[in-house]
């Protein structure tokens, strides 16, 4: 087994206790269940973690090198259209987010935030690395998911997060894993130790089928 499969593993048996048993369904903002996390959101106070948006018929990874943008999976033109409506619904549902919003650099995350947020808007870290190009920081990686996760957000604003969904599965569980987190959702988290309260999943801008691809 990979050491990052096996580290993966094993912080998967360390969460067990606290994760949901099943996988939690992403909804719609037309759902009752999407009115209710939208009105939360409303609020302020919360995490927003977004996955990058849609990838469908796009090439795998294949150097895993940051800035390598041709080596990597890129988001898809329904993808790039998807970033924006992603930063259209939140404004439309006066969704206030704080800033700077907060991206991965592997490119289908940062440029999922510039689209939706603005270039201007973004500040990109390392925290929000893919596991993938985590490298020997893996367990670093996580501890800063599960930081930002957690950490304090100032009411009338929301943390707004994106990047990868495997990191996502290995801090929270299974409950997020398979179906659970489409490409383009968001887990909306109240921020509280130690890796933040799973409230629900949000499908700002759906497209049928996305988040299911070949890589």
Not at 58 to 66: H, L, S
Request: glycine residues 10%; charged residues 25%.
């Amino acid at each position: 087994m990979p050491v990052r499969r096996l580290i993966a593993a094993l912080f998967l048996v360390f969460i067990a206790s606290a994760a949901i048993a099943q996988p939690v369904v992403p909804v719609t903002g037309d759902s009752a269940e999407g009115r209710a996390l939208i009105e939360r959101l409303r609020a302020g106070g919360l995490v927003l973690f977004f996955r990058h948006a849609d990838t469908l018929g796009m090439k795998c990874d294949r150097t895993f090198r940051i800035g390598d943008r041709d080596g990597q999976r890129n988001i898809s033109a329904a993808g790039r259209e998807q970033s924006r409506r992603i930063g259209e619904e939140l404004r439309a549902r006066d969704i206030r987010i704080a800033s700077p919003v907060l991206a991965g650099p592997v490119f289908r995350a940062r440029d999922t935030a510039e689209l939706a947020f603005g270039e201007s808007n973004v500040r990109v870290t390392d925290d929000l690395i893919a596991d993938d190009y985590a490298g020997g920081r893996l367990d670093a990686v996580l501890t800063a998911h599960a930081r930002l996760f957690s950490e304090p957000v100032a009411a009338g604003a929301n943390r707004v997060l994106v990047g990868h969904r495997t990191p996502a599965i290995m801090v929270l569980g299974e409950s997020v894993a398979q179906r659970a987190f489409p490409e383009g959702s968001a887990l909306v988290l109240e921020p509280v130790p130690p890796r933040g309260r799973l409230l629900g999943i949000w499908m700002p801008a759906p497209i049928e089928g996305a988040g299911f691809h070949n890589c």
